[in-house]
């Protein structure tokens, strides 16, 4: 069982930047593949980042390459989502996720969830 608690979520100016923070309890953190899920009001959830279990890999949506950085440090059972050049668009709840087989970009890969942070972008 991994308990995933997010924090770090607020309002920003368009182009400004936030640092999103994932804390993992348990001791197989180092098993799964994180990442990072949003959802806007009245859209599905889509995947934003993933990070492989050792960190090694990384993975982006289009919609945020360039201005997103997933990091994870196993030995803190964190993960850290690095937010810049914020649009309004990028306007949702962020979840984190573990996942320990699957398409890293499927939401369906994933079996543990955080209750997510609201992220808000004005223009």
């Known amino acids: 069982q991994v308990q995933l608690v997010e924090s770090g979520g607020g309002l920003v100016q368009a182009g400004g930047s936030l640092a999103l923070s994932c804390a993992a309890s348990g001791r197989t953190f180092s098993s799964y593949v994180m990442a990072w899920f949003r959802q806007a009001p009245g859209k599905e959830r889509e995947f934003v980042a993933a990070?492989?279990?050792?960190?090694?890999?990384?993975y982006y949506a289009d919609s945020v390459k360039g201005r997103f950085t997933i990091s994870r440090d196993n030995a803190k059972n964190t993960v850290n989502l690095q937010m810049n050049s914020l649009k309004p668009e990028d306007t949702a709840i962020y979840y984190c996720?573990?996942?320990?087989?699957?398409?890293?970009?499927?939401?369906?890969?994933?079996?543990?969830w955080g209750q997510g942070t609201q992220v808000t972008v004005s223009s």
């Open positions: 996720a573990a996942g320990d087989s699957g398409n890293a970009y499927d939401a369906g890969s994933y079996v543990y």
């Open positions: 990070v492989s279990r050792r960190g090694g890999s990384r």
